[in-house]
């Protein structure tokens, strides 16, 4: 499937309709460059969760969990090394969660080791605008 958002709300919002179709244990992987709106739409699939807190990036704790129809578990993997500081830092315990959605950014960290019910969202910024398309990932 594959979306064209005009704003940051446009992008927000793709990312809320997605979540109503979320029933737990997916797990999304992020894909896009810097600025490319892949927290904005986190943010949104939080929404869509029902999560009522602020949703901030976690550049720098790596993970932050929040409580939802499904609790999300937001990673931001750009800060690691190596894929096996993602097992350590929780991702796969996470990710396998029947009652979770994990939201990950920067998945390319994981090597190539991918959950199983993962969904590719790939994020490219062409101006004001945003090509936002997903499927399942490549295993």
Known sequence: MKI???????????GRALAQTLTGGEVLLLEGDLGAGKTVFA???GLGLGVRELMTSPTFTLL???EGRLKLYHFDLY????PEE??????YEC???PA???VAEWPERLGGRLPEKALRVRIRKKGEEREIDYGPADH
């Open 86 to 91: 993602a097992e350590e830092a929780g991702f």
């Open 100 to 102: 979770g959605v994990t």
């Open 43 to 45: 943010k949104g699939v």
């Open 64 to 66: 932050n969990v929040y």
């Open 95 to 97: 990710a396998d969660d």
């Open 4 to 14: 064209v958002t005009r704003s940051p709300e446009e992008t927000l919002e793709a």
């Open 79 to 82: 800060r690691l090394s190596s």
